[in-house]
């Protein structure tokens, strides 16, 4: 598949306006403007783009619901707090082709009819708050931005606002709340964002990747946009995979391609010719899958079906010298640290999962944890405020389904001749 998303991203200084410009930046804006904003929001539908932050709904529909709703004042929010561990596909646009997310958003703002944009950038990437304001400034200085775009009529101002440093912000409510200047927490819903959002106006958050795909459904139509990669989530898809791979990276594919060839082909498969162990195909917290689950295809309803999720795209990859138990603790840990403590089965139930993943790597466990831990996940499933509690016990349902045999060693005192790499997770 020729690159649609990355397209720009190894052209030189491509985050300059000038340059992307040369290489096709905003030349869809013209195009869009001349679309009527109710025809502009049935393109999207039709063409079948789900959202790419993880939950994969369809982004038409959010829009339509949002365009729906009565009322001069809405917002456009990009979800740019990239904050899941394993998850860094977004950055490579952020940094290296910010003027993509730019067009999309002036696009998608003409369509739901909000003059007032928002990137919420995660703490952690200052670099990429550099750039995205120098483009922003470039994007005004040109005409792309402000009260009049291209003479056309269409006003739609846009601006930075850096993240809390919190996972939970990448939450859609939490992120408003944290906008709003407020702790970063989920709110009740309903009412959804897309009626009562940010400052209680109606509001569309998409995030960066779901956003950067407007401009080509804008240029090929939706009917051509539809036919790249799966029928049931058309488009291409931005894969980051790391770990124990020779070739990491970004990797921009069709919707649809199994792990074997994303693991093997494009990120150079194992490193030093080890074994597959497990692979994590769609962040921290999408349940683990095996070296039996190679054929699966990387999409929205074959992950389901496997036992997982495609989440954000992030593919974590291990090897077979990997504890399981180690890795479920290392994310746990991070979970655990990022609760935000609004309610209590995810506060407190995270914390006792870690208090046993730290006992039985010290070698104390004792025979009965792994069924303790499969209890404290039952407490919590179904339980909390927002997704981050479900999130969390994926990686310990799913690695004890898989690898129960790395736990009965550890409890057992076996051991594994890997105690003082798991005792590390301890500090």
């Known amino acids: 598949m020729e690159k649609m998303l990355f397209k720009r991203i190894d052209v030189p200084n491509a985050a300059d306006i000038t340059v992307a410009e040369k290489h096709g930046a905003y030349s869809q804006v013209g195009k869009a403007f001349g679309i009527k904003p109710e025809d502009l929001v049935n393109e999207v539908k039709r063409s079948g783009l789900r959202g790419r932050g993880g939950a994969g709904f369809p982004a ?37 082709d910010p003027h993509l997310l730019i067009e999309g958003m002036i696009i998608a703002g003409h369509a739901i009819g909000a003059q007032q944009g928002y990137i919420y950038l995660r703490a952690e990437y200052p670099k990429a708050a550099g750039i995205l304001e120098k483009a922003i400034e470039q994007a005004y200085a040109k005409g792309f931005l402000g009260k009049n775009i291209l003479g056309k009529g269409v006003k739609f101002d846009l601006s930075v606002h850096g993240g809390a440093g919190a996972y939970i912000c990448g939450e859609e409510t939490a992120l408003i709340e944290s906008l709003e200047g407020k ?83 494009h990120a150079g498969g194992i490193k030093d010719g080890k074994q597959l162990k497990a692979v994590i195909p769609g962040g921290a917290s999408t349940p683990m899958l095996t070296a039996d689950h190679l054929d699966v295809k990387a999409d929205f309803n074959s992950l389901m079906a496997a036992g997982s999720m495609l989440g954000s795209g992030a593919v974590i990859v291990m090897d077979d010298t990997a504890c399981m138990v180690n890795v479920t603790a290392v994310l746990i840990r991070f979970f655990e640290h990022e609760s935000c403590g609004k309610c209590t089965p995810c506060r407190e139930g995270t914390g006792w999962l870690y208090k046993v993943y730290r006992r039985i790597l010290s070698g104390e466990g004792k025979p009965d944890d792994v069924d303790l831990l499969l209890s404290i996940c039952e407490s919590i499933r179904g339980k909390c405020f927002c997704p981050l509690g479900e999130g969390a016990i994926q990686p310990v349902l799913s690695s004890i389904a898989h690898f129960r045999s790395d736990y009965e060693q550890c409890v057992n005192g076996r051991g594994c001749g890997r105690e003082e790499q798991c005792r590390k997770v301890l500090h």
């Open 60 to 96: 038409g529909l959010k829009w339509e619901l949002c365009a729906r709703v009565p009322g001069d004042v809405k917002y456009l929010l990009c979800n740019a707090d990239e904050g899941e561990p394993g998850t860094f596909k977004d950055r490579f646009i952020l940094e290296q």
């Open 183 to 265: 702790r970063g927490q989920p709110r009740s819903r309903p009412p959804f964002p897309a009626s009562s959002g940010a400052w209680r106006k109606p509001t569309v958050i998409n995030n960066v990747e779901t956003l950067a795909n407007i401009p080509f459904i804008v240029a090929l139509g939706a009917e051509t946009y539809a036919k790249i990669g799966e029928e049931s989530a058309p488009g291409p898809k931005l894969f980051a995979v790391s770990g124990a791979v020779n070739n990491p990276g970004g990797f921009e594919l069709p919707m649809g391609t199994t792990l074997r060839e994303i693991i093997y082909t």
